[in-house]
């Protein structure tokens, strides 16, 4: 983990070609499989969601800031907060595969009250909605 | 408003207060400002301002004992941070483990 301020940074090689990997990232189909329930374009100003998997609520949502192979940007708000972060992903071919790039930052705009929260949810592994709140708004 | 999460990141952005907090961890008590200030290129005025910046995020406590003042730092407003940072760190470790599997089950 390499964590400067409010960002974490992710570096992974897969042993897939690039192309399969920004498949992967950036298809709604794809994203479903591995990740969220994905309502998401590769195209800029598309506002995408992720829904969890086994209830239908809505998790995170944002909108697509960059999608040019092999770059994708979009903004990353946690349902039920107002709470704007960013999520990069940039691939890069090697001789191993593909390498990723992954950065998610902002995180030091969420409040403390948004972080108890979270780790609720998350520690349901996101199958429980964020709900508490977005039911109540 | 700011909150406190918020003020102790903002707090550490800078190099220079950074250091001060790391200094002032390392020494683990509660030392004269002067002393600060002859630890560091920068001016008493400077450090001044750091040391004011931190002690508003709750990272540093100043206290006057006679003619001296004091400083002292305190971790504790890092550990919501670094609850944060844990939580998003797992579960992107958590995704990208699912990431590699399911390439490699693509790829197959």
């Known amino acids: 983990m390499i964590a400067t301020n409010d960002v974490i940074t992710k570096e992974v090689v897969f042993n897939s070609k690039i192309d399969n990997v920004w498949n992967a990232i950036s298809i709604g189909e794809e994203i479903s499989k591995w990740f969220l329930k994905a309502d998401f374009k590769p195209e800029v100003g598309y506002k995408y969601s ?27 708000i946690v349902a039920g907060t107002n709470v704007e972060t ?9 001789d191993e595969g593909t390498q990723l790039y992954l950065k998610h930052s902002g995180i030091a705009e969420y409040d403390e009250d948004t972080a108890i929260k979270m780790f609720e949810s998350f520690n349901g592994g996101w ?3 964020i709900s508490g709140l977005t039911d109540f708004l | 408003m700011e909150d406190s999460f ?26 004269p400002i002067t002393q600060v200030v002859s630890e560091f290129e920068i001016s008493r005025q400077g450090v001044t301002k750091h040391l004011k910046v931190l002690e508003d995020a709750g990272l540093v406590h100043i ?3 006679g003619r001296q003042r004091y ?38």
């Open chain 1, 86 to 94: 960013k999520v990069s992903w940039e691939l890069q071919s090697t």
């Open chain 2, 71 to 108: 400083c002292k730092a305190d971790a504790k407003p890092l550990q919501e941070m670094n609850k944060w940072l844990q939580f998003y760190d797992k579960f992107w470790d958590d995704s990208l483990n699912s990431l590699t599997d399911y390439l490699g089950n693509k790829d197959v």
């Open chain 1, 50 to 76: 992720f829904r969890s998997p086994n209830d239908d609520c809505e998790q995170i949502h944002g909108e697509v800031k960059e999608a040019t192979p092999y770059k994708l940007v979009y903004t990353w």
């Open chain 1, 127 to 129: 199958d429980n909605c």
């Open chain 2, 6 to 31: 918020t003020k102790t990141l903002k707090a550490l952005a800078d190099p220079s207060r950074r250091k001060i907090f790391h200094t002032l961890i390392v020494l683990a008590s509660a030392i």
């Open chain 2, 63 to 65: 206290k006057t004992q």
